[in-house]
Every structure is written in structure tokens, then in C-alpha cells.
């Protein structure tokens, strides 16, 4: 937890990244909000020592709901990045009335139906360097022996075509634990709840005011944002030109006007 006044709880992406990408970036707005980081349950510094039953979209939930309550907060403005955008609507949808404000960045669908075009958008953007790396990277000695920093370039090289102005992944922090093989053992029991969902009908609880802030090359195709903010009443959709997944690293200005 860094800096003084509105608390905002952030959620990362993944699963099974933690909140290391965002930093230091989302740190300028430090001088304004207190900013609330967590590692997600088996993810980043977090415990992964968890019965495989608890290991549900829900439990994930849950988590959110404890930290408000840890906090001390009676409503909570709750963003999510990514993946962690999937997280922050299943807990606005399961606890309206403790949501004040709802800020999704770059998230994806609310359902399965947009998966197949988002990894068409993604693969478009994909150059020849991009797969001849990763498949060096790939069948290297280093990623067959699973080694945490092989995993680390695969995953900066995945994300490559996901900025549209590409000098700025190396600005992009991963960090992964030692034991992130385990990690991701422990989080493929997750899948049951992602094999097949679909939140749309539902977003229709959320009351609160909500931000959908999205990059206007992002994989996810901007009818699947567009449907969000149909369902949920009191939302507005901001789309970043020139922008990819992560605007707070390469659209930063932006990004924070929208969030101020």
C-alpha cells in the first residue's frame, strides 16, 4: 500500500502473474489515491500452500471482499487490469452494493465467445522476429530445464505485439517466483470456472460508476467492451489511440486523466 487519499484496490492480470507489472508506473498515482497492490492466492508472494477446493473464481472473490474489510472500507474503488478486469466484474457482480467505483483497463470479455478473435487480433500483430525468438526460446536448454528466467523472456516475448509502440516492453517488470511451476499447478484448478462463463446478464447489478479504459489495438475486440458498458448502467468507455494492452506504461498521461 503506497501513498495518501482514495484507496484504490488493485487487481493484477494472469492468472498467475502478480503485481510486479505494475510497478513503477502506477505509482505516480501515489500523490493522489493510496494505492492497494495484492498478490492474487498462488500467485507472486502470496501462500500457494492451498487445499486444491479453494482454488475457485469465488474463493478469489472472497479474498477481495477480506481486504476491503481489512481496510476498513465501507464501499471500494476496485480496478482491474486484464485478466484481473475478469475478477474485479465477478466481485462487483457478487457484492454491488460494496463496489464504489469499478475502473477495468485493457480487460477481457466477460465471456468465452470473444477468446478465438482476441487470439486472431493478438497473432496478426505477431511478426517473423517475434516467432523465431520464442520458438529459440522455446527449445532452448534453459526453458526445458524450466528455469524462472527462460519463463520470464517467453512471457516479455508474448507480450511484445501486445504495445503498439513496441520500444516500451522492456519497461514491462515481470517478476516470477522460484517455485512458479508449482504455482501454476495449483491454479489449473481454476479452470472448472473459466472453461465456460459468462457474466453479461450479470454485470446488470453493478450500479456503481465504472471506467472501461481500453487500448485501440488491445486484442480483445472492442464489441466485447462495448457490450459491458451496455449492461452496467452507470459506465463509460475511453478508448487510448495508439495504445496496446498496458496504458499506464505506454499511454501514461492519458491514462491518468481518465482515472482522476
Same mark, same amino acid.
Given at each position: 500500500s503506497i501513498g495518501k487519499g482514495e484507496p484504490i484496490l488493485i487487481v493484477h492480470g494472469g492468472p498467475g502473474m502478480d503485481h510486479s507489472y505494475f510497478l513503477p508506473h502506477m505509482d505516480e498515482l501515489a500523490d493522489t489515491y493510496q494505492l492497494i497492490y495484492?498478490?492474487?492466492r498462488a500467485a507472486g508472494k502470496s501462500s500457494y500452500d492451498i487445499d486444491s477446493s479453494q482454488m475457485s473464481m469465488q474463493f478469489m472473490v472472497e479474498d477481495i471482499e477480506a481486504l476491503r474489510?481489512?481496510?476498513?472500507?465501507?464501499k471500494v474503488n476496485l480496478m482491474g487490469h486484464s485478466w484481473g478486469g475478469l475478477l474485479a466484474m465477478w466481485y462487483a457482480k457478487s457484492y454491488p452494493d460494496k463496489l464504489k467505483r469499478l475502473m477495468l483497463i485493457n480487460t477481457v470479455a466477460a465471456n468465452k465467445a470473444y477468446d478465438a478473435t482476441a487470439a486472431e487480433n493478438l497473432q496478426k500483430r505477431r511478426n517473423e522476429e517475434?516467432?523465431?525468438?520464442?520458438?529459440?526460446?522455446?527449445?532452448? #536448454?534453459? !526453458?526445458q530445464n524450466q528455469?524462472?528466467?527462460? +519463463?520470464? #523472456?517467453? !512471457?516479455?516475448?508474448?507480450?511484445?505485439?501486445? +504495445?503498439?509502440?513496441?520500444?516500451?516492453?522492456?519497461?514491462l517488470q515481470l517478476a516470477f517466483p522460484d517455485n512458479y511451476r508449482e504455482r501454476q499447478c495449483k491454479l489449473i484448478h481454476?479452470?472448472?470456472d473459466l472453461q465456460a462463463y459468462d457474466l453479461y446478464d450479470e454485470l446488470a447489478r453493478i450500479k456503481a460508476p465504472s471506467l472501461i479504459l481500453q487500448g485501440d489495438v488491445d486484442a480483445t475486440p472492442l464489441a466485447a467492451i462495448e457490450r459491458i458498458a451496455e449492461q452496467i448502467e452507470n459506465s463509460q468507455i475511453e478508448v487510448l489511440a495508439q495504445c496496446g494492452h498496458f496504458p499506464f506504461i505506454e499511454a501514461k498521461l492519458a491514462f491518468r486523466v481518465n482515472i482522476e
Open positions: 495484492f498478490d492474487q474489510k481489512h481496510f476498513s472500507l465501507d517475434d516467432l523465431a525468438a520464442l520458438q529459440a526460446l522455446m527449445q532452448s #536448454e534453459a !526453458f528455469e524462472k528466467e527462460a +519463463f520470464l #523472456e517467453v !512471457f516479455k516475448l508474448n507480450f511484445a505485439p501486445s +504495445f503498439f509502440h513496441r520500444n516500451y516492453l522492456d519497461s481454476l479452470l472448472p
